[in-house]
Every structure is written in structure tokens, then in C-alpha cells.
């Protein structure tokens, strides 16, 4: 059974610079597309960036480039998004997901990805 717990989110100062983790039990991490996605209150889940299972290829929302970054570490099964610049409307639930269809294309749809962690707060003050 896959399992994904997401960690790192909490209460910043618009400017500050927040780290969250998200580390996958079982299954394959190394052939996973890893995904992070967010959803604000009243609002749709939104991709905000993913990272290809073969390495190199990311994709991040335009909302998030040039402040977000997405990286992961294989021998520890986690992938990490470090949010620099932070701003009120990054004010969300932050989903990790992962992808494991192999696909050579990231998706930025929620329904592209087949397994999700719970969730973590992340909350920026103006």
C-alpha cells in the first residue's frame, strides 16, 4: 500500500521562505511522477508543480515560477517544494501526489494521479 504524508507547512510572513516535505511508503518512488497541488477555501484544487519519475523534467505553475522549487531525493523516498517569497494567495492546503503510469508527460490534472497524502497548512500573512 502507497502512502504519502506531507510535512513542513505552517503560519509565515508574506517575503518568508517555507520547506515541505512529503515522503512515500511502499510501491516505487523512483518511477513516480510526484506532484504537489494545493487548494484554498471555496476554490478547485490547482497543480502548482511536478517533477518527472525520470528525473530532470519539471513543470510549475505560473503562479508559483521563479519562487518554487521542486526537488527529490530518491534514496529517501521524499520530494521536497521549497516556497521562497511567499505570498498571501499561497495561502492553501498543500496536496503531494504521486503518478505512477509512467507516462513521459506530466499531467497538471488532479484525476492524473493515483495516490495522495492528507494534506498540510500552508498559511501566508499579509
Known amino acids: 500500500q502507497v502512502q504519502l504524508v506531507e510535512s513542513g507547512g505552517g503560519l509565515m510572513q508574506t517575503g518568508g521562505s517555507l520547506r515541505l516535505s512529503c515522503r512515500v511508503s511502499?510501491?516505487?518512488?523512483?518511477?513516480?511522477?510526484m506532484a504537489w497541488f494545493r487548494q484554498a477555501p471555496g476554490k478547485e484544487r490547482e497543480f502548482v508543480a511536478a517533477l518527472m519519475w525520470s528525473g530532470g523534467d519539471t513543470y510549475a505553475a505560473d503562479s508559483v515560477k521563479g519562487r518554487f522549487t521542486l526537488s527529490r531525493d530518491n534514496a529517501k523516498n521524499t520530494v521536497y517544494l521549497q516556497m521562497n517569497s511567499l505570498k498571501p494567495e499561497d495561502t492553501a492546503v498543500y496536496y503531494c501526489?504521486?503518478?505512477?503510469?509512467?507516462?513521459?508527460?506530466?499531467?497538471?490534472?488532479?484525476?492524473?494521479?493515483?495516490?495522495w497524502g492528507p494534506g498540510t497548512q500552508v498559511t501566508v500573512s499579509s
Open positions: 501526489a504521486a503518478d505512477h503510469s509512467l507516462d513521459l508527460v506530466i499531467t497538471t490534472i488532479p484525476r492524473g494521479y493515483h495516490y
Open positions: 511502499g510501491g516505487t518512488f523512483s518511477s513516480y511522477t
